[in-house]
């Protein structure tokens, strides 16, 4: 390896928004993360809203008034 040139590998903590903790190596010292193993969906096996945000809300409001838009425009449509 060349003097001065490379990062410090240094002990490292990855740590999760669960609260969980991983310990390993990097050139960073800590690591946030959003969601990792222990509390993603798809290891737990157990449905969860992972919305960061507030994605799904907006959705879900966007999805209502689309839908009220067309239940208005069936009820115009019906009277003609
Ligand atoms: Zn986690």
């Known amino acids: 390896m060349r003097a ?3 990062p410090k ?7 999760c928004a669960c609260g969980n903790v991983i310990k390993t190596r990097s050139t960073k010292p800590v690591i946030i ?3 990792c193993n222990s509390c993603h ?3 737990t096996g157990q449905q969860k809203f992972v ?4 994605r799904v809300d907006k959705f879900q ?4 008034k689309t839908q009220a ?3 208005a425009a069936a009820v115009r449509k019906k009277r003609k």
């Open 4 to 6: 001065d040139i490379h």
């Open 9 to 15: 590998y240094v002990d490292a903590e990855i740590r």
């Open 33 to 35: 993360v959003g969601i």
């Open 41 to 43: 969906p798809f290891y």
């Open 51 to 54: 919305d960061t945000a507030g």
């Open 61 to 64: 409001q966007r999805m209502a």
């Open 69 to 71: 838009a067309q239940a």
